[in-house]
């Protein structure tokens, strides 16, 4: 070995890509903030366990329909209560305390950029909502013989449309209001009447003609909808060009109205 070889200095080693390095951060930040975890991820778990083991959740929906249990009915519920609550009260809220903080003005004059700390905590929210997605489906499956969805490729584009349109509402939030705690409050304003129509308190089925028509045309109202009707077999794209449409228009709004300070 040479002299020269056995004083050169050893190569750096190559620091993983910012976006990927954000991501990590914004997940770790995500777990350490336990609410996002209990509410988005733990909640909807326990209501499922929980309406599982009432009998009455056991017993058909209707007689008409005597092979769908009340619970099969609320899975899709309970799938958009995850999108509701992660999209609506964790979203809106750390993205407008970045801006209060003034991290994403510090961030935009680095090479990192803040767009990417936009795009990290959208890929750590949409992970979560679909591991949470996916665990619930597993848990109602083996644990309570909720049948899978029948047109699985329409149930997923129902997830894939409701996911962006959610998560667009709470970039719109994110965007129009200054402070945490005004998004974290619009949030929270926004979660209770949209899981009305979604049927988390009252199904769909038993409301008046009247707020079923005004529920079908709520983003949580129609991504209910859209992924029952999968569920069961049937398919209407009305519901999916309605979440189409919510994600267009809020996505262009949140991006027309965002300010990094």
Same mark, same amino acid.
């Given at each position: 070995?040479?002299?020269?070889?056995?004083?050169?200095?050893?190569?750096?080693?190559?620091?993983?890509?910012?976006?990927?390095?954000?991501?990590?951060?914004?997940?770790?930040?995500?777990?350490?903030?336990?609410?996002?975890?209990?509410?988005?991820?733990?909640?909807?778990?326990?209501?499922?366990?929980?309406?599982?083991?009432?009998?009455?959740?056991?017993?058909?929906?209707?007689?008409?329909?005597?092979?769908?249990?009340?619970?099969?009915?609320?899975?899709?519920?309970?799938?958009?209560?995850?999108?509701?609550?992660?999209?609506?009260?964790?979203?809106?809220?750390?993205?407008?305390?970045?801006?209060?903080?003034?991290?994403?003005?510090?961030?935009?004059?680095?090479?990192?950029?803040?767009?990417?700390?936009?795009?990290?905590?959208?890929?750590?929210?949409? @992970?979560?909502?679909?591991?949470?997605?996916?665990?619930? *489906?597993?848990?109602?499956?083996? =644990? !309570?013989? #909720? /049948?899978?969805? %029948?047109?699985?490729?329409?149930?997923?584009?129902?997830?894939?449309?409701?996911?962006?349109?959610?998560?667009?509402?709470?970039?719109?939030?994110?965007?129009?209001?200054?402070?945490?705690?005004?998004?974290?409050?619009?949030?929270?304003?926004?979660?209770?009447?949209?899981?009305?129509?979604?049927?988390?308190?009252?199904?769909?089925?038993?409301?008046?003609?009247?707020?079923?028509?005004?529920?079908?045309?709520?983003?949580?109202?129609?991504?209910?909808?859209?992924?029952?009707?999968?569920?069961? @077999?049937?398919?209407?794209?009305?519901?999916?060009?309605? *979440?189409?449409?919510?994600?267009? =228009? !809020?996505? #262009? /709004?949140?991006? %027309?109205?965002?300010?990094?300070?």
């Amino acid at each position: 070995m040479s002299a020269d070889t056995a004083t050169r200095p050893a190569a750096p080693r190559p620091r993983p890509p910012a976006l990927r390095r954000l991501t990590l951060t914004e997940l770790t930040l995500f777990l350490r903030e336990r609410a996002g975890v209990i509410w988005g991820i733990g909640l909807p778990m326990a209501l499922l366990i929980v309406f599982g083991n009432v009998p009455g959740f056991r017993k058909p929906v209707s007689p008409a329909v005597p092979q769908v249990s009340v619970l099969d009915s609320y899975v899709p519920v309970l799938l958009a209560f995850v999108l509701a609550m992660i999209a609506l009260n964790v979203l809106p809220p750390v993205l407008a305390g970045y801006r209060e903080k003034e991290v994403l003005r510090r961030l935009s004059a680095t090479p990192v950029g803040a767009v990417r700390v936009l795009a990290a905590q959208l890929i750590v929210d949409a @992970g979560m909502i679909a591991v949470t997605m996916i665990a619930l *489906l597993v848990v109602a499956r083996f =644990a !309570f013989s #909720v /049948a899978f969805p %029948r047109q699985p490729t329409e149930f997923a584009l129902a997830v894939v449309l409701a996911g962006l349109a959610l998560l667009s509402l709470g970039l719109l939030l994110a965007s129009v209001l200054p402070t945490s705690r005004g998004a974290n409050a619009a949030g929270a304003i926004l979660f209770f009447p949209m899981m009305f129509f979604a049927g988390l308190w009252l199904p769909v089925a038993a409301m008046p003609a009247a707020l079923r028509h005004v529920s079908q045309a709520t983003p949580l109202g129609a991504a209910v909808q859209a992924m029952t009707d999968a569920w069961q @077999g049937h398919w209407h794209p009305l519901h999916l060009l309605i *979440l189409a449409g919510y994600a267009l =228009a !809020f996505a #262009v /709004a949140a991006a %027309r109205l965002f300010r990094w300070e």
